[in-house]
C-alpha cells in the first residue's frame, strides 16, 4: 500500500436535531479493502454519505488522494465511486442506459465510453447478455451487479458499497464478493459495509467497527476476532 487514498477525520453527521455519526476518523489505504461493520442504526450509511458529501457533514473533514472532498460531483471527480444501500438502479432504462448514466463523468468521446462498458460486461457477463432489458426487470443479483458496473463506469479509484448482500442468496454473494477481490488486485480500493460480517472478515485488510456512530474498533480482522470486537460492537448496539 502506498498511502493513504482516502482519509476522514473526525467527521459527524446529522439529520436535524438527531447526530448519527459523531467525532468519526477512519481512512482507506491505496489497494486496501476496509470493511465498516457494525449493528443496525450505528451510522454506518451515514459515514459513506458523509464521505461523499451525499450529507453535508457537521463537523470534520474528508480527503480524497490529498484533496478535499466538499459534494458529490467532486467526489466522482477525484474517483469516488458509491453504491448505495438497496441498489437504486433506474428501472424503465435498460441495462447498457443505466451504464451510460454511470459514465457521464467520463470523457464524453463514445468510443471511451463503449469500451468502458466492454469491461464491466466482461466483469459481469450476465449483463452483457441483459443489456437491452429493463433494469427493472432484473434479479437482485443482477440488480446488484448492475449497482456495480454503473459505479465502476466513472473508473474510480475508490468504490464504497453499502450493504453488498442485502436480500441476496448466498450464492449471489459468493460471485459479487469473488469480483470486488479481482477489482481490489487490480487495483481498486474498497470500503465495504456488509451485514455478513465473516464475509467482509474473509476479504479485508482492516476493519473499522462503529456502534452508536462512535468508532468502538479499528484493526486488522484477526485483531478484532482475538479482542471480541466484533461480538463488543453488536451486543452495545443491541442495547441501544
Same mark, same amino acid.
Given at each position: 500500500?502506498?498511502?493513504? /487514498? !482516502?482519509?476522514?477525520?473526525?467527521?459527524?453527521?446529522?439529520?436535524?436535531?438527531?447526530? %448519527?455519526?459523531?467525532?468519526?476518523?477512519?481512512? $482507506?489505504?491505496?489497494?486496501?479493502?476496509?470493511?465498516?461493520?457494525?449493528?443496525?442504526? %450505528?451510522?454506518?450509511?451515514?459515514?459513506?454519505?458523509?464521505?461523499?458529501?451525499? $450529507?453535508?457533514?457537521?463537523?470534520?473533514?474528508?480527503?480524497?488522494?490529498?484533496?478535499?472532498?466538499?459534494?458529490?460531483?467532486?467526489?466522482?471527480?477525484?474517483?469516488?465511486?458509491h453504491v448505495p444501500e438497496g441498489r437504486r438502479v433506474f428501472p424503465g432504462l435498460s441495462v447498457r442506459d443505466n451504464l451510460?448514466?454511470?459514465?457521464?463523468?467520463?470523457?464524453?468521446?463514445?468510443?471511451?465510453?463503449?469500451?468502458?462498458?466492454?469491461?464491466? +460486461?466482461?466483469?459481469?457477463?450476465?449483463?452483457? =447478455?441483459?443489456?437491452?432489458? !429493463?433494469?427493472?426487470?432484473?434479479?437482485?443479483? =443482477?440488480?446488484?451487479?448492475?449497482?456495480?458496473?454503473?459505479?465502476?463506469?466513472? =473508473?474510480?479509484?475508490?468504490?464504497?458499497?453499502?450493504e453488498l448482500s442485502l436480500g441476496l442468496a448466498p450464492r449471489v454473494v459468493d460471485t459479487l464478493i469473488e469480483r470486488l477481490?479481482?477489482?481490489?488486485?487490480?487495483?481498486?480500493?474498497? /470500503?465495504?459495509?456488509?451485514?455478513? $460480517?465473516?464475509?467482509?472478515?474473509?476479504?479485508?485488510?482492516?476493519?473499522?467497527?462503529?456502534?452508536?456512530?462512535? $468508532?468502538? +474498533?479499528?484493526?486488522?480482522? %484477526? =485483531?478484532?476476532?482475538? %479482542?471480541?470486537?466484533?461480538?463488543?460492537?453488536?451486543?452495545?448496539?443491541?442495547?441501544?
Amino acid at each position: 500500500m502506498n498511502g493513504d /487514498l !482516502l482519509s476522514a477525520r473526525g467527521l459527524s453527521v446529522s439529520y436535524g436535531p438527531v447526530t %448519527a455519526v459523531r467525532g468519526v476518523s477512519l481512512k $482507506v489505504g491505496d489497494g486496501e479493502i476496509v470493511a465498516l461493520l457494525g449493528p443496525n442504526g %450505528a451510522g454506518k450509511t451515514s459515514v459513506l454519505r458523509g464521505v461523499t458529501g451525499l $450529507v453535508r457533514p457537521s463537523a470534520g473533514r474528508v480527503r480524497m488522494a490529498g484533496h478535499r472532498v466538499d459534494d458529490p460531483a467532486r467526489a466522482v471527480a477525484l474517483g469516488i465511486a458509491h453504491v448505495p444501500e438497496g441498489r437504486r438502479v433506474f428501472p424503465g432504462l435498460s441495462v447498457r442506459d443505466n451504464l451510460l448514466v454511470g459514465g457521464w463523468a467520463v470523457s464524453g468521446h463514445r468510443s471511451k465510453l463503449r469500451a468502458r462498458q466492454e469491461e464491466v +460486461f466482461e466483469l459481469f457477463p450476465r449483463l452483457a =447478455e441483459r443489456q437491452e432489458q !429493463l433494469a427493472g426487470q432484473l434479479s437482485g443479483g =443482477e440488480q446488484q451487479m448492475l449497482a456495480i458496473a454503473r459505479a465502476l463506469m466513472s =473508473e474510480p479509484r475508490l468504490l464504497l458499497i453499502d450493504e453488498l448482500s442485502l436480500g441476496l442468496a448466498p450464492r449471489v454473494v459468493d460471485t459479487l464478493i469473488e469480483r470486488l477481490v479481482e477489482l481490489n488486485k487490480a487495483g481498486m480500493s474498497l /470500503l465495504l459495509i456488509e451485514q455478513f $460480517v465473516h464475509r467482509a472478515l474473509g476479504i479485508a485488510d482492516r476493519v473499522y467497527m462503529l456502534s452508536k456512530g462512535h $468508532v468502538v +474498533f479499528e484493526g486488522t480482522p %484477526a =485483531e478484532a476476532t482475538k %479482542a471480541g470486537a466484533v461480538e463488543e460492537a453488536y451486543l452495545l448496539g443491541a442495547g441501544a
